[in-house]
């Protein structure tokens, strides 16, 4: 199978950070595993975050990939979710061989049914960030209709999830931030009612929109910076929401004469865990499937590449490097 892999953990520019090659077909799926054509992929942070320098050099090539859309070949002994022909999406599972690849194995227990309205491009474009942004509100939050939420670095992939969950889903007030006039409008056409600039005075600018205080903040950047902003702006017995690691102590003190709840969200926790709720995301991504396809969601796709190779790839990782992408980047098909 073609496939683009790496061998090293260096630069994306080195030859060896992402290669094409071909690769052995996957062996025949066991147990609860699917064999699933990869017909589109999106890229995401954590993509960069595995690539990332580091002096370990694989024996074989490894491919990585962590979203992707695409038809079931064969099935597992124990598959009772899906059969062969069925199109599918999923984020897959850090610890196995990912998307990168014309056939790669999964558990159908993470995978959901395509939905039908989309193409396999906008498909790909949702699982990871989608599973991130709906565990956040109502696995963690479990966040409650008319209330107010502020979502912060809402106009990158995970965000432009979360704005349309908290806005079109759970029918709460959403106060989004972004920085630039086209991630201010993106976010806006994703249903936020209110932007706030997150580079300038965001509690300043919350009491301008009319809410001083929100019941629920979600971090989904840089949490050491903004912690102490969303322990001021969330209202007493609210609730914070945190997607972006820590890289040094909060203080969780200013939390406590609100009595406000800390929650963490990490979207491999229930695979790393081998949690006894696995196939949770399987029924996330059928109910997100369900609504894309009764017109609530809209695509989060605003750029598209194509083949699948690692001249594409290269690009993909360098655009999310930027921090300044907007909605999601999706490749598609691999070279003839
Ligand atoms: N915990 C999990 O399971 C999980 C899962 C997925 C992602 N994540 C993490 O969640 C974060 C968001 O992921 P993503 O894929 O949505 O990223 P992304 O697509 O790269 O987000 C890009 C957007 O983030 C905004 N942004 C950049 N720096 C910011 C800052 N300092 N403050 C506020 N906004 C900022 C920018 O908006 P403006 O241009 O408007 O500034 C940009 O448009 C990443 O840190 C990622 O690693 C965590």
Redesign the pocket.
């Known amino acids: 199978m073609k496939a683009t892999a790496l061998l090293r953990y260096t630069d994306i520019d080195h030859p060896d950070a992402v290669f094409d090659t071909t690769l052995p077909n996957p062996p025949a799926p066991t147990g609860h595993d699917l064999l699933v054509r990869v017909h589109a992929v999106s890229v ?3 993509d960069n ?1 595995v690539r990332r320098p580091k002096d370990k050099v694989e024996p074989a090539p490894r491919v990585i990939g962590y979203d992707a859309a695409g038809i079931v070949q064969a099935v597992g002994p124990d598959v009772t979710l899906f059969q062969p022909g069925d199109a599918v999406y999923y984020s897959g599972d850090p610890s196995r061989p990912g998307s990168h690849a014309e056939l790669q194995l999964v558990d159908e227990r993470i995978v959901g049914r395509a939905p039908a309205t989309l193409s396999m491009a906008e498909a790909a474009a949702l699982p ?2 989608s ?2 942004a709906w ?2 509100l109502f696995d963690r939050l479990r966040v409650q209709p008319g209330r107010s939420i502020l979502i ?9 999830m979360a704005v349309q969950f908290a806005a079109r889903v759970a029918q709460l007030e959403v106060i989004a ?4 006039p ?3 409008a ?2 806006r056409s994703m249903g936020a009612h209110h932007i706030v ?3 300038g005075d965001i509690a300043a600018q919350l009491a301008a929109a009319g809410h001083p205080q929100v019941d629920y903040v979600v971090l ?3 949490t050491d ?2 912690f102490e902003t969303a322990a001021a702006a969330v209202a007493p017995q609210g609730a914070i929401g ?4 820590a890289t040094q102590p909060a203080n969780i003190g200013l939390l406590w004469d609100k009595s406000v709840t800390l929650v ?6 229930r695979i790393d865990y081998r949690t006894s709720d696995l196939d949770r995301q399987h029924a996330i991504l059928n109910q997100i499937a369900a609504l894309f396809d009764h017109g609530v969601l809209a695509s989060p796709v605003t750029s598209y590449l194509a083949p699948i190779n690692a001249t594409n790839l290269r690009a993909a990782h360098k655009h ?9 980047l999706v490749l598609e098909g691999f070279p003839a």
């Open positions: 995401n942070q954590l975050r990871l960030a599973l991130t565990e956040l912060v670095g809402a106009a990158g992939g995970v965000g432009s931030t972004a920085s630039r086209e991630s201010a993106w976010v600039d997150h580079t989904l950047a840089d910076r903004y945190l997607a972006v690691e963490w969200e990490m979207v491999y926790t999310m490097a930027s921090g300044r992408a907007i909605g999601k």
